[in-house]
């Protein structure tokens, strides 16, 4: 059974740096991309980027690049979304998903729960 | 960045009628749309992939269409567990992109 499992909800302060994580299990962890989207509170989803764990290449949305950074650990099947800098406009549920396929524009077809992050002084 | 715009935003049904989401995109996405359904609390769920395929395990009361720029998804009878908010999602182009949401509430 394919299963995305995100790391727990995460209070933060602004300007604290954050890694948050989603581990990947029944399936082939590194054939699959997978994605990180946004849902701020009472919004629409947005995609964040993309990254291809056989070779960790990835793709960022114009509108987060600079702005987070993608990573993977293929070790351990796990995929990480980290800030360096948290600011209060970053407070969001994030979710991570699988693309079916082995290309980019497969669809996402395994969700994980999300991870909540909130960030306040 | 292409844009989808849904409509409407909200839909008020009863159980039983016939529910019509509508996603036009900006530029032509050939059939690389999704719809997905999400309710509160939850992740959302893929329904429905390149435009008109029914993702295994979902009813069949639920099919997308095409037409050129103009996408739709149809619940032909709606069930209480249908009541959720549902997405379009184009990845026909970089970066892919959602749609804003059409929310069916129950009238």
């Known amino acids: 059974e394919v299963q995305l499992v995100q790391s727990g909800a995460e209070v933060k302060k602004p300007g604290e740096s954050l890694k948050i994580s989603c581990e990947g299990s029944?399936?082939?962890?590194?054939?699959?991309?997978i994605g990180w989207v946004r849902q701020m509170p009472g919004k629409g989803l947005e995609w964040m980027g993309i990254?291809?764990?056989?070779?960790?290449?990835?793709r960022y949305s114009p509108s987060f690049q600079g702005q987070v950074t993608i990573s993977v650990d293929k070790s351990i099947s796990t995929a990480y979304l980290q800030w360096s800098s948290l600011k209060a406009s970053d407070t969001a549920m994030f979710y991570c998903?699988?693309?079916?396929?082995?290309?980019?524009?497969?669809?996402?077809?395994?969700w994980g729960q999300g991870t909540l992050v909130t960030v306040s002084s | 960045e292409i844009v989808l715009t849904q409509s409407p935003a909200t839909l008020s049904l009863s159980p039983g009628e016939r529910a019509t989401l509508s996603c036009r995109a900006s530029?032509?996405?050939?059939?690389?749309l999704d719809w997905f359904q999400q309710k509160p609390g939850q992740a959302p769920r893929l329904l429905i992939y390149?435009?008109?395929n029914r993702v295994t395990g979902i009813p069949a009361r639920f099919s997308g269409s095409a037409s050129g720029t103009d996408f739709t998804l149809t619940i032909s009878s709606l069930e209480p567990e249908d009541f959720a908010v549902y997405y379009c999602?184009?990845?026909?182009?970089?970066?892919?992109?959602f749609g804003g949401g059409t929310e069916v509430e129950i009238k």
């Open positions: 998903a699988r693309l079916r396929g082995s290309s980019w524009y497969s669809q996402p077809d395994y």
């Open positions: 029944g399936y082939s962890f590194t054939n699959h991309w």
């Open positions: 990254i291809y764990p056989g070779d960790s290449e990835t």
């Open positions: 530029q032509s996405v050939g059939t690389y």
């Open positions: 390149d435009a008109s």
């Open positions: 999602q184009q990845r026909g182009h970089w970066p892919p992109t």
